[in-house]
C-alpha cells in the first residue's frame, strides 16, 4: 500500500533552534550516542553522564535542559554539538509519529520552518529513515 507521502517531502533544516526548546520534553540518548558526545566535547563518559544526563523511571537516558527548558546544548540558537547530536535531533522531521498521516505531520512538525522547502526526501529515502527507528 502506497504511503500518504509517495510524492516526497521537503525539508531543509535552517538550524533555527525551535525544536531544541521551549518547554519541558526529553532528548533521548543512547550509551553509544552519549559516548560519542562526551568523545566531541573532550571529557570522560562519567563526567558527561554527571554533567549532562538525566535517567528516566523506565531507564531511559535524556539530555538535561535549562531551567526555561531549552536543551543544556543550545547556545546562541545553535547546537553545540551538532555533528554527533542524538538520532532524535538527526532523524527530525522523520519520525514515526509524525508520518502516519498527513495530519500527523502537519500537526507535529508546523512549527518548523524548514519543513516544505529545499531537499525533496523521496519517499523510500523517508521509509529508510523510518526504519532506522524500529
Ligand atoms: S525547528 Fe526545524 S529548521 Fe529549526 S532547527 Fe529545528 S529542524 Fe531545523
Redesign the pocket.
Known sequence: MADWFEEGLR??????????GGGPGAVWVTPVEAAAIADYLGITLEEFGRRYLRRFASGSLSLTEKPNYDCIFLENGR?AVYPVRPAQ?RL??FWKEHTTSRAAWEEG?G?????GRGRLYTADEIRKILEEQA
Open positions: 525539508f531543509e533544516c535552517i538550524r533555527c533552534g525551535r525544536c531544541c547546537c535531533c527530525f522531521p512538525t512549527f518548523c520552518p524548514g519543513v
